[in-house]
């Protein structure tokens, strides 16, 4: 069974740092292309991070550049999201999500969902 679960969010102050975790069970991880999506309520899901399935190359929105860097760990089936200096805009649910490769667009095929880690950066 195909299944992604997403642990290590919760409160943060400002500047502070967070890791998220991805771990995957019922395939090999290293085969796949694993994003990092996040939503806040009353914005649009919003692609923060994809790390690819064919030469591990790392692709970030933006808006991350510079404070998250996305790797995984292939002995433990698990992609990491580490955040660094935090902002309150970085409030929101973050989801992993599994594909074949990094999609450019917002449409790509993802067969695979985590249920989603809750991160609030606030003072």
Aim: aromatic share 12%; with cysteine.
């Amino acid at each position: 069974q195909v299944q992604l679960v997403e642990s290590g969010g919760g409160l943060v102050q400002p500047g502070g740092s967070l890791r998220l975790s991805c771990a995957a069970s019922g395939f090999t991880l290293d085969y796949y292309a694993i994003s990092w999506f996040r939503q806040s309520p009353g914005k649009e899901r919003e692609r923060v991070s994809c790390i690819d399935s064919s030469d591990g190359s790392a692709e970030y929105a933006d808006f991350v550049k510079g404070r998250f860097t996305i790797f995984r760990d292939n002995a433990k089936n698990t992609v990491y999201l580490q955040m660094n200096s935090l902002k309150p805009e970085d409030t929101a649910v973050y989801y992993c999500a599994k594909s074949l490769i990094c999609w450019s667009g917002a449409g790509g095929d993802y067969d695979s969902w985590g249920q989603g880690t809750q991160v609030i950066v606030s003072s």
